[in-house]
């Protein structure tokens, strides 16, 4: 029993320790935007009365706040988060293993640009202006690992 346990607590940190903190700090200080009266910016939150989930995490900003890319890949698209409004942008990077997308920031980098994790490729957007100041204002951010979708929360370094 006791050999058991031992093994099992062994496999436990290993699984800890080679955990895949893959991704830099998308702002200086990564804070999740957790709920508001607006909602719940987690991973897999219910949205739109339970008919589907967040896809990604919010992490908190502030309007013109630096954001950084969290991986070091190629700048593909530029995709905007409401078909009806064109005020609010993205950014979507990718590598060989990975596909990011960040809303509601302006880029500051060019689609088919090579960038390198940490560097600056743009600025937060004010998203409280869309849903009032009741919604902290934030940047989204999903995660497909090899094509499939990814809840990055534990993954930053």
Known sequence: MKKTIIIASLITLFLIMSSTKVFAKITKDNIYRGED????????????????????????????????????????????????????NGAEITNSTYRIMIFYMKANVS???????????????????????????HIHYEVYKNGILTDPTNMFK
């Not at 960038?115 to 409280?128: D, E, K, L």
């Open 37 to 88: 009266p607006l909602g719940d910016g987690a991973f897999g939150a219910s949205r739109s009365n339970g008919t589907r989930k967040h896809k990604g995490i919010d992490i908190v900003t502030k309007p013109g706040e630096t954001i950084f890319s969290p991986i070091t890949g190629k700048v593909t698209r530029f995709p905007i988060p409401y078909a009806d409004d064109n005020r609010y």
């Open 111 to 137: 689609i088919g640009s090579t960038i390198i994790a940490g560097q600056s490729i743009g600025v937060a957007q004010n998203i409280s202006a869309k849903h009032g100041a009741a919604m902290k204002n």
